[in-house]
């Protein structure tokens, strides 16, 4: 097996003070490119046709690159076996009160819509903040696809290295976003849009958290929290979507003002809004999401500011006590 070893200094007990060697094996290696194209921290440049890591010392192990190459020729391994965050504090344990608060929410939210999955409980963890006791995958996953893994019923926490959609990790304020897709290029390579210019606005368009400033994407079932979360997701209906915009006005009569595009369901449209706006929004789910996981085609996604909740599950349950049965029942279909 040919391999080239690559040496590469990041982070300790952030991920940037532990050392990374990349080994790329060249015996697999197709030279499809992807690894140069998708590394955030331009690590790689095709020399002669092949891979070489001609800046190493600006790995920081995220991992996108060995997450996209097709024929996983690509092994990033920390030196002297520092893992990123080994001696990162664990963060205390979630109050009793907050556990019985949010089991009684995800209840609500399950027997007055009449959910058949978990609503979901997010949290992006701040770059050095103690991590939650939250079990961290061995397979890479999307963003997305761990969302959907959590409605099921699995909690979830995952660095950078364990996210496998770079779009997503850069969004979500993991990492650097790589420079073709910031410029917009891969999106007409891969047919997502007509021109690079519609590609750049979709891009300059959404909102993005500054690089390196998360440690963390944390989703759990929300009746099994463990760690405070900023928003909640609920995998929902379109009717079971309309009484929860109909409970968030219930109070005030406001309408609504949704930010939704195809484009970056779950990261942009169901937790980065609500968590930089402070505003609950809907998304009709992305082409990734709905290609990477099971969710049906009849399901929507709704984000919710955990701040908002509160006034949320007071309207469902004034809705919930009539106005829902009396919808369900269908009391103003016409005689036949
Ligand atoms: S992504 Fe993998 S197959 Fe493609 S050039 Fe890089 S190492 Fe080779
Ligand atoms: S994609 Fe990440 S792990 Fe791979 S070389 Fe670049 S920084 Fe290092």
Request: hydrophobic share 40%.
């Amino acid at each position: 097996m040919t391999t080239i070893d690559q040496s590469a200094s990041i982070a300790a007990n952030t991920p940037r003070e532990v050392h990374y060697d990349v080994h790329i094996d060249l015996d697999s290696c197709t030279a499809c490119g992807l690894c140069e194209a998708f590394c955030p921290v331009d690590v790689f440049e095709m020399q002669g046709g092949l891979p070489v890591a001609v800046q190493p010392d600006l790995c920081w192990g995220c991992e996108t690159c060995a997450g996209q190459c097709p024929t996983a020729a690509i092994r990033v391994n920390c030196r002297e076996g520092a893992a990123p965050f080994a001696d990162r504090p664990k963060a205390d344990p979630l109050p009793t009160e907050k556990v019985e608060l949010y089991r009684e929410w995800s209840k609500t939210l399950k027997d007055i819509l009449g959910l058949r999955w978990n609503p979901v409980a997010i949290s992006l963890i701040p770059a050095g903040d103690p991590l939650p006791d939250v079990p961290i995958p061995k397979e890479r996953l999307r963003y997305c696809q761990s969302l959907m893994a959590a409605r099921r019923g699995r909690s979830i926490m995952m660095p950078a290295n364990r996210h496998a959609c770079p779009d997503g990790t850069a969004i979500l304020g993991l990492t650097e976003l790589p420079a073709k897709l910031a410029s917009g290029e891969l999106y007409i390579l891969f047919h997502k849009l007509h021109d690079i210019e519609a590609a750049k606005r979709m891009v300059l368009e959404r909102p993005c958290l500054e690089p390196r400033t998360i440690d963390a994407t944390v989703v759990t079932p929300l009746d099994s929290a463990a760690t405070e979360p900023q928003v909640i997701a609920v995998v929902a209906q379109p009717e079971q979507a309309m009484w929860l915009l109909m409970s968030s006005s219930y109070y005030s009569g406001l309408r609504h003002e949704l930010n939704a595009s195809g484009y970056n369901a779950q990261c942009v449209e169901t937790t980065l809004l609500p968590y930089t706006t402070g505003k609950l929004n809907v998304s009709f789910g992305c082409y990734g999401c709905r290609a990477s996981s099971d969710v049906g085609d009849d399901l929507m996604f709704v984000g919710i500011p955990v701040d908002l909740m509160p006034t949320i599950i007071a309207g469902l349950r004034e809705l919930g006590s009539r106005a829902i049965p009396q919808s369900r029942n269908k009391i103003y279909l016409p005689p036949m």
